[in-house]
């Protein structure tokens, strides 16, 4: 890995989640393109080897512990992330969990479990970090969400598959409100990547490959698929473009996973 480019210069970034998977390969893309990036995530080890994955580099970040479902963490990390580097100019809510219970076997606790991550966490997180981007000045936010939230998923449980689909439905709302303040706010789909959540050892038997046979381009995503497109989101190239959702699945639409 090396420095890629600068137009993220002067930009100061979150990434939950950044411990592993997709959100640490959006952490890498950000700070190599000259980002400073506050490495968000409750597993501390592994969140500082993305921090030294990016400093090894020669890019910027640091790492900030985090639990998204509780709102005074979420609270703390963007006060301490504020007053540590004066400005809050990019948010990525990428943090999840996933289980695979049918609906018909998942319990309460499950249910509540999965919807506390993946989607109330990331409204705290929105919450949380609304007044510090707009005393920047602006800022850009992507959520990620999933392609189990267009087609039901064959994958994910209905928790985890409701939760995404709220995902979608809050980065609309947020970018509805928020646009006259000059934050932009987007959704990225993903679909099945290479990943631990992806190649998760309580998934469906022989899930993962059966998704990947629907693939035309004829292989699953690598974190890096995912992150460059996060990175023109959140790049000036991007400055007129809020409220969409953005699918990078390989040319998988609206079927399986």
Not at 172 to 184: C, F, P, Q
């Given at each position: 890995?090396a420095?890629?480019?600068?137009r993220?210069?002067?930009?100061?970034?979150?990434?939950?989640?950044?411990?592993?998977?997709l959100?640490?390969?959006?952490?890498?893309?950000?700070?190599?393109n000259?980002a400073?990036?506050?490495?968000?995530?409750?597993?501390?080890?592994?969140?500082?080897k993305?921090?030294?994955?990016?400093?090894?580099?020669?890019?910027?970040?640091?790492?900030v512990?985090?639990?998204?479902?509780?709102?005074?963490?979420?609270?703390?990390?963007?006060?301490?992330?504020?007053?540590?580097?004066?400005?809050?100019?990019?948010l990525?809510?990428?943090?999840a969990?996933?289980?695979?219970?049918?609906?018909?076997?998942?319990?309460?606790?499950?249910?509540?479990?999965?919807?506390?991550v993946d989607?109330?966490?990331?409204?705290?997180?929105?919450?949380?970090?609304?007044?510090y981007?707009?005393?920047?000045?602006?800022?850009?936010?992507?959520?990620?969400?999933?392609?189990?939230?267009?087609?039901?998923?064959?994958?994910?449980?209905?928790?985890?598959?409701?939760?995404?689909?709220?995902?979608?439905?809050?980065?609309?709302?947020?970018a509805?409100?928020?646009?006259?303040?000059?934050?932009?706010?987007?959704?990225?789909?993903?679909?099945?990547?290479?990943?631990?959540?992806?190649?998760?050892?309580?998934?469906?038997?022989?899930?993962?490959?059966?998704?990947?046979k629907?693939?035309?381009?004829?292989?699953?995503?690598?974190p890096?698929?995912?992150?460059g497109?996060?990175?023109?989101?959140?790049s000036d190239?991007?400055?007129?473009?809020?409220?969409?959702?953005?699918?990078?699945?390989?040319?998988?639409y609206?079927?399986?996973?």
């Amino acid at each position: 890995m090396a420095l890629e480019s600068q137009r993220l210069a002067g930009q100061v970034a979150i990434v939950t989640g950044a411990a592993s998977g997709l959100d640490r390969g959006i952490a890498l893309k950000l700070a190599l393109n000259g980002a400073v990036v506050a490495c968000a995530d409750i597993n501390d080890e592994e969140n500082q080897k993305t921090v030294d994955m990016i400093t090894a580099a020669g890019g910027q970040a640091f790492p900030v512990h985090v639990d998204i479902s509780n709102s005074q963490s979420v609270k703390a990390m963007m006060k301490y992330v504020y007053e540590k580097m004066g400005k809050i100019t990019i948010l990525v809510n990428g943090a999840a969990i996933i289980k695979f219970s049918p609906i018909e076997e998942c319990s309460d606790e499950e249910w509540e479990q999965v919807i506390k991550v993946d989607l109330t966490g990331y409204f705290y997180c929105l919450r949380e970090v609304y007044p510090y981007m707009k005393a920047s000045g602006g800022g850009r936010i992507v959520q990620i969400s999933s392609s189990s939230a267009k087609s039901g998923s064959s994958f994910g449980g209905p928790h985890y598959t409701a939760a995404k689909g709220g995902v979608i439905s809050l980065t609309k709302y947020a970018a509805r409100r928020w646009a006259k303040d000059n934050i932009l706010v987007n959704t990225i789909c993903p679909g099945i990547a290479d990943t631990p959540l992806g190649r998760h050892p309580e998934a469906p038997k022989g899930a993962f490959e059966e998704m990947k046979k629907n693939i035309p381009l004829g292989r699953v995503a690598e974190p890096e698929d995912i992150a460059g497109g996060v990175l023109f989101l959140v790049s000036d190239e991007a400055r007129y473009i809020t409220g969409i959702t953005l699918d990078i699945n390989g040319g998988r639409y609206i079927y399986g996973n």
